[in-house]
């Protein structure tokens, strides 16, 4: 059964930095595309970033320049790094797991979230 486990979210100042972790297990991450996702209350969930099995990224307009992706496949993790935060940034932030087959089609799967909170 394909887990992921979020990490890394907590109270920051406006300006600030945190670095999210998302263990992925069950699966090969190498085979998945990972992203980052983000939900602040009253909105829809938007995507942040993302990247591929092939190590592409994609990086939402919002946070462009501020964050960035990465992922280390020994330790089935994804990082989010977040840099110059902004309260705006202040959202539950999920990570999601997506492998497409032939047999199966594209399966998805997803942690619990994190809390991030930027105070101004």
């Known amino acids: 059964q394909v887990q992921l486990v979020e990490s890394g979210g907590g109270l920051v100042q406006a300006g600030g930095s945190l670095r999210l972790s998302c263990v992925v297990s069950?699966?090969?991450?190498?085979?998945?595309?990972i992203g980052w996702y983000r939900q602040a209350p009253g909105k829809q969930r938007d995507l942040v970033a993302d990247?591929?099995?092939?190590?592409?990224?994609n990086i939402a307009d919002s946070v462009k320049g501020r964050f960035t992706i990465s992922r280390d496949n020994a330790k089935n993790t994804v990082y989010l790094q977040m840099n110059s935060l902004k309260p705006d940034d202040t959202a539950v932030y999920y990570c999601?797991?997506?492998?497409?087959?032939?047999?199966?089609?594209?399966?998805?799967?997803w942690g619990q979230g994190t809390l991030v909170t930027v105070s101004s």
């Open positions: 999601k797991a997506e492998r497409c087959t032939v047999d199966y089609g594209c399966l998805e799967h």
């Open positions: 069950g699966s090969t991450l190498s085979m998945n595309t």
């Open positions: 990247i591929s099995s092939g190590g592409r990224t």
